[in-house]
């Protein structure tokens, strides 16, 4: 028998064979081997297909926020009116896309840390709890800026009628009437903060912080009142100077300096060159005037005790979703967004792998 012929009795045979032994049970093992791997390949591409329409809602969550911060949309779902709260009021907030595809937003605070490894909670835990000393903070420092950038806007638009240009909101048409007057008449702020003219010979002073200056300015009051109806004369230097400005036309107002002396100031009048603190709230806010009061000059240059604070604070005053993130073990604030909830998405699923890992190993020692 030639080897050709015995080759081809072995194939026959073992196809024949009801024991599916030889070159059946060889195909039968490559079969199923193949529809195996072609499973789990299925299974590979289902699951990064499944991952990447994770990721693609999440990356539209945080263009989604941006435009709701902005005030371009109108939040409806419910994950979208918490973190537009939680944005705009400087809350540190997570979020992340469930199994079901579904969009779960995460408030950070002290009542929800079980996350965390029990050593790391309890500084996790103070952070929160000086971010609400830093929230105020920063809310106190923004207000009070943006409070001194509206007088000094109002100075520039003083400045501008000086020049001829015509009044157009109601405290610039009642300055020009009290400055006509020849009275002193002063840039103040209305209880509201909204931009007000003194007619200061009416008002009794009583914007005044410093009640010792606010009885210098009282009396001053009185007596130019006098001078002015012409019940009395001139006999001071600022007395004079009062009435110069009158005959000339000019706004003037009354003012204590240092030494608790009167002094007659113009509403433009410079005092100093103020710090750069207010510098990133506004063009022009680098200059002092004399119309500001004490309150709103108050600058606290070191009110951050650590680095997280000062991100933080940044993150608040831009209205930038935010979240506090430990790395090793500092403190940090990170920006509430796709690449930073994508990496504590992958940190999760590692740790999960590792829990069931480890359950494994307990399981089979056990």
């Known amino acids: 028998m030639s080897l050709f012929t015995t080759l081809m009795s072995s194939v026959t045979g073992s196809f024949t064979n009801n024991s599916g032994s030889g070159a059946l049970t060889i195909l039968k093992g490559a079969s199923a081997s193949r529809s195996s791997g072609v499973a789990n390949v299925q299974s590979v591409l289902d699951n990064a297909k499944y991952d990447a329409g994770r990721q693609q809602i999440m990356a539209n969550v945080q263009l989604r926020i941006e435009a709701i911060v902005n005030e371009e949309v109108v939040p409806k779902d419910t994950w979208e009116k918490v973190a537009g709260f939680l944005a705009l009021t400087g809350q540190p907030f997570t979020y992340k896309v469930s199994n079901a595809g579904e969009i779960e937003v995460n408030e950070q605070n002290v009542d929800n ?20 000393e830093v929230r105020s903070q920063v809310d106190e420092t923004v207000t009070k800026a ?5 007088l000094i806007d109002a100075v520039n638009r003083v400045a501008q009628m000086e020049l001829h240009s015509p009044p157009s909101a109601l405290w610039e048409t009642e300055f020009q009437t009290i400055k ?7 840039i103040g702020l209305n209880a509201d903060g909204e931009v007000r003219a003194i007619n200061q010979l009416e008002s009794n002073f009583d914007y005044v912080e410093d009640p010792d200056k606010r009885l210098i300015l009282q009396e001053a009051g009185r007596k130019l009142t006098n001078i002015l109806n012409g019940t009395a004369t001139a006999t001071e230097n600022w007395q004079y100077a009062a009435l110069g400005n009158q005959i000339e036309g000019d706004d003037y107002f009354l003012d ?5 002396e009167i002094v007659i100031r113009r509403n433009t009048e410079k005092r100093r060159s103020a710090t750069n603190f207010f510098a990133q709230f506004h063009a022009n806010a680098g200059t002092d005037y004399h119309v500001i009061p004490e309150f709103l000059k108050t600058e606290n240059t070191n009110i951050f005790k650590a680095s997280w604070e000062e991100q933080a604070a940044a993150f608040i005053q831009s209205k930038t979703p935010f979240f506090l993130d430990l790395q090793g073990d500092t403190i940090v604030a990170r920006q509430t967004n796709f690449v930073n909830m994508r990496r504590l998405d992958l940190l999760d699923v590692a740790g999960t792998y590792r829990q069931q890992t480890a359950q494994a190993l307990v399981n089979l020692i056990t």
């Open 113 to 132: 840390l079980s996350s965390l490894p029990v050593a790391n909670q309890s500084k996790m835990r103070a952070a929160l709890e000086r971010l609400d």
């Open 146 to 150: 943006n409070l001194r950038v509206r």
């Open 180 to 186: 006509s007057t020849g009275r002193p008449v002063m």
């Open 256 to 260: 204590v300096d240092d030494s608790n």
